[in-house]
């Protein structure tokens, strides 16, 4: 069963004249019980994807599905079964954490006891149990976001949406956050999340969807999507190498310390077995999502996309 | 969600909203009081006491229509500046609960100061029967549901909470200025009054007056604008008319 269905939904804002094209033709499918990870470049479109789905925002062309009814028409089954952290969400600051836990989830209908058992395990499982009895204001900024994550997760609901719900979260933080998250989908429930740190979105989806400009570039699992890419090694050498001399081999660019070339697998070690000879330093390795990422979204508009050259 | 669960729901939104702040911000309340509480100052003093009651009535009819106000700040502050709407609205809260809820709590906060106008009324040697109290908890309900609609349907419409600053005096403004909420509706300019039958505030305070008993002024007959069953129905009529708008036209998901 899919969580999420969509053919080709499309979001325009219609702000004056000219409206944004914020989502363009998206089609895509998330199985139940799946992490999936939204990814892709600020004003991409994550944020308007997530409000359609989670009923928040109509969608202006196209059809959704989600846990089986239509996000247009049928808005009230889909909301008893979700839960959501919004973009920029800050919870509510008169409250201590475990009354914002305890209390969400007894306006969502929860009966007493039910909270209480529930609220006590998220703080546990999330780290907050000794910052339980503070209250909100009093929290730094990602301890306030972890509370909001605790909102959520503690919920019974069976898909939820998270936007960016690790943005300011410091590293261990955030790997308790993933720990919660992985609970869940072994839990069964689904979860639909954005984020722009991508060793997260690999470490914790089961598939990922890369927008940009409102379209679907490239979706699948991980590996597939790094299969996809052009170049899908990538080799560090001294900047002693010129330029002139790389390009042969692939794409190069220029950081601090040296030149990064990505480039094809046999090209890789032939330029690995050069650095050698040369006695300089080197690096070798299949690309990361990040560099995926770079590749996929981070050239001039006006070049072909490589996912299509890579196909043909 | 089942009866039970929204209940359940509606009063814990009352009770994170109202009693909570409530016990942790007891200052608010004083803020609730005290506007109406400098109106009924202000009109006594000028009138050399001869306008109590009618700012007596005047105080009870604005305290439950600023409550329209407060829900509106309320849902424009937690939309705007925290950006929980689309939390609740991807929840299984509906919309009436989430607001009856708001109103709720904001009905709780308006309690003190209700309370303080019927004490000075009753202090003021005024009898006060079963008949005329349930007529002004009725005027009241009503006033409550019609500005709470009035305040919901506005706050989905505000994108940034700086409107609801810009607009709130000017509603309020239409809503209580004009209406004779602090004197006699016989003090109103009679190219006026149509104006203010628009207002549900009108209704109101006719229905208030009525229930004290405000007869005459200062020897002069008063005449009520309209029969009680007609005020009742107008606030009635106001509220539903209100609902049905907050139904259809609420921004509860962005169009
Ligand atoms: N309410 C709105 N009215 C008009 N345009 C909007 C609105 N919300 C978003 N947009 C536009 O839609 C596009 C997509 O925005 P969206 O918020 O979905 O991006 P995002 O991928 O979530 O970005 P970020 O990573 O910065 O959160 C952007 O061009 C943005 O300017
Ligand atoms: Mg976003």
Not at chain 1, 63 to 72: M, N
Not at chain 1, 126 to 139: G, M, P, Q, Y
Not at chain 1, 242 to 260: D, K, N, Q
């Given at each position: 069963?899919?969580?999420?269905?969509?053919?080709?939904?499309?979001?325009?804002?219609?702000?004056?004249?000219?409206?944004?094209?914020?989502?363009?033709?998206?089609?895509?499918?998330?199985?139940?019980?799946?992490?999936?990870?939204?990814?892709?470049?600020?004003?991409?479109?994550?944020?308007?994807?997530?409000?359609?789905?989670?009923?928040?925002?109509?969608?202006?062309?196209?059809?959704?599905?989600?846990?089986?009814?239509?996000?247009?028409?049928?808005?009230?089954?889909?909301?008893?079964?979700?839960?959501?952290?919004?973009?920029?969400?800050?919870?509510?600051?008169?409250?201590?954490?475990?009354?914002?836990?305890?209390?969400?989830?007894?306006?969502?209908?929860?009966?007493?006891?039910?909270?209480?058992?529930?609220?006590?395990?998220?703080?546990?499982?999330?780290?907050?149990?000794?910052?339980?009895?503070?209250?909100?204001?009093?929290?730094?900024?990602?301890?306030?976001?972890?509370?909001?994550?605790?909102?959520?997760?503690?919920?019974?609901?069976?898909?939820?949406?998270?936007?960016?719900?690790?943005?300011?979260?410091?590293?261990?933080?955030?790997?308790?956050?993933?720990?919660?998250?992985?609970?869940?989908?072994?839990?069964?429930?689904?979860?639909?999340?954005?984020?722009?740190?991508?060793?997260?979105?690999?470490?914790?989806?089961?598939?990922?969807?890369?927008?940009?400009?409102?379209?679907?570039?490239?979706?699948?699992?991980?590996?597939?999507?790094?299969?996809?890419?052009?170049?899908?090694?990538?080799?560090?050498?001294?900047?002693?190498?010129?330029?002139?001399?790389?390009?042969?081999?692939?794409?190069?660019?220029?950081?601090?310390?040296?030149?990064?070339?990505?480039?094809?697998?046999?090209?890789?070690?032939?330029?690995?077995?050069?650095?050698?000879?040369?006695?300089?330093?080197?690096?070798?390795?299949?690309?990361?999502?990040?560099?995926?990422?770079?590749q996929l979204v981070g050239r001039p508009l006006d070049e072909a996309t490589p996912t299509e050259e890579a196909e043909s | 969600m089942t009866g039970r669960n929204r209940l359940r729901s509606l009063l814990t939104i009352a009770y994170w909203n109202g009693v909570l702040p409530m016990k942790r911000m007891p200052l608010f309340l004083l803020n609730t009081i005290a506007s109406p509480l400098s109106f009924l100052f202000f009109i006594v003093v000028v009138s050399h006491g001869a306008l109590l009651l009618y700012g007596v009535a005047g105080g009870i009819v604005l305290t439950m229509l600023s409550i329209g106000t407060s829900v509106q700040t309320d849902l424009s502050h937690y939309k705007s500046d925290l950006k929980l709407h689309d939390l609740v609205v991807a929840s299984p809260v509906e919309a009436p609960i989430y607001v009856a809820g708001l109103a709720l709590s904001e009905f709780l906060f308006a309690i003190p100061g209700i309370s303080l106008f019927i004490v000075i009324w009753a202090l003021s040697g005024n009898p006060i029967s079963l008949s005329s109290a349930l007529l002004v908890v009725l005027a009241l309900i009503l006033v409550w549901a019609f500005a709470s609609a009035l305040g919901f349907t506005l706050a989905t419409y505000f994108e940034d909470i700086r409107e609801t600053f810009v607009f709130s005096p000017l509603l309020s403004l239409a809503l209580t200025v004009l209406p004779p909420i602090y004197y006699p509706a016989s003090f109103l300019p009679s190219w006026l009054r149509p104006f203010a039958y628009l207002s549900p505030a009108t209704y109101a305070v006719d229905l208030v007056h009525q229930a004290m008993g405000l007869t005459n002024f200062n020897g002069i007959p008063e005449p009520y604008l309209l029969p009680a069953w007609a005020d009742i129905l107008a606030l009635v009529a106001f509220a539903a008319a209100f609902f049905v708008i907050a139904a259809k036209k609420a921004r509860w998901r962005e169009p």
């Amino acid at each position: 069963m899919d969580a999420v269905n969509t053919h080709g939904l499309g979001r325009t804002y219609d702000s004056g004249k000219d409206g944004t094209r914020a989502l363009d033709g998206v089609s895509l499918k998330i199985p139940a019980g799946s992490v999936y990870g939204l990814i892709g470049r600020n004003g991409a479109g994550k944020t308007t994807f997530l409000r359609i789905i989670g009923t928040q925002l109509m969608p202006t062309d196209g059809s959704a599905e989600v846990l089986g009814f239509d996000v247009v028409r049928e808005p009230r089954p889909i909301r008893e079964r979700i839960a959501v952290i919004p973009q920029e969400s800050r919870p509510l600051y008169f409250l201590t954490v475990e009354e914002l836990v305890d209390l969400h989830l007894r306006q969502r209908g929860m009966a007493r006891a039910e909270a209480k058992e529930r609220t006590r395990k998220v703080l546990a499982d999330l780290d907050l149990t000794r910052l339980s009895h503070k209250i909100v204001n009093r929290l730094s900024g990602g301890m306030r976001r972890r509370a909001m994550v605790a909102m959520v997760l503690a919920s019974d609901a069976e898909f939820l949406l998270l936007d960016e719900p690790t943005t300011g979260l410091d590293p261990l933080a955030r790997r308790e956050v993933w720990a919660a998250i992985r609970q869940a989908s072994r839990d069964h429930r689904t979860v639909l999340l954005t984020t722009h740190y991508l060793d997260e979105a690999e470490a914790l989806s089961h598939r990922l969807a890369l927008l940009d400009n409102g379209k679907l570039i490239v979706e699948g699992t991980p590996n597939e999507i790094r299969a996809r890419v052009r170049w899908p090694f990538r080799v560090t050498v001294p900047l002693t190498i010129p330029e002139e001399e790389l390009r042969s081999y692939g794409e190069v660019s220029a950081f601090a310390g040296g030149h990064l070339v990505f480039t094809r697998e046999a090209q890789a070690r032939s330029l690995t077995e050069l650095a050698l000879k040369r006695n300089l330093p080197v690096s070798m390795a299949p690309v990361s999502l990040e560099d995926v990422f770079l590749q996929l979204v981070g050239r001039p508009l006006d070049e072909a996309t490589p996912t299509e050259e890579a196909e043909s | 969600m089942t009866g039970r669960n929204r209940l359940r729901s509606l009063l814990t939104i009352a009770y994170w909203n109202g009693v909570l702040p409530m016990k942790r911000m007891p200052l608010f309340l004083l803020n609730t009081i005290a506007s109406p509480l400098s109106f009924l100052f202000f009109i006594v003093v000028v009138s050399h006491g001869a306008l109590l009651l009618y700012g007596v009535a005047g105080g009870i009819v604005l305290t439950m229509l600023s409550i329209g106000t407060s829900v509106q700040t309320d849902l424009s502050h937690y939309k705007s500046d925290l950006k929980l709407h689309d939390l609740v609205v991807a929840s299984p809260v509906e919309a009436p609960i989430y607001v009856a809820g708001l109103a709720l709590s904001e009905f709780l906060f308006a309690i003190p100061g209700i309370s303080l106008f019927i004490v000075i009324w009753a202090l003021s040697g005024n009898p006060i029967s079963l008949s005329s109290a349930l007529l002004v908890v009725l005027a009241l309900i009503l006033v409550w549901a019609f500005a709470s609609a009035l305040g919901f349907t506005l706050a989905t419409y505000f994108e940034d909470i700086r409107e609801t600053f810009v607009f709130s005096p000017l509603l309020s403004l239409a809503l209580t200025v004009l209406p004779p909420i602090y004197y006699p509706a016989s003090f109103l300019p009679s190219w006026l009054r149509p104006f203010a039958y628009l207002s549900p505030a009108t209704y109101a305070v006719d229905l208030v007056h009525q229930a004290m008993g405000l007869t005459n002024f200062n020897g002069i007959p008063e005449p009520y604008l309209l029969p009680a069953w007609a005020d009742i129905l107008a606030l009635v009529a106001f509220a539903a008319a209100f609902f049905v708008i907050a139904a259809k036209k609420a921004r509860w998901r962005e169009p």
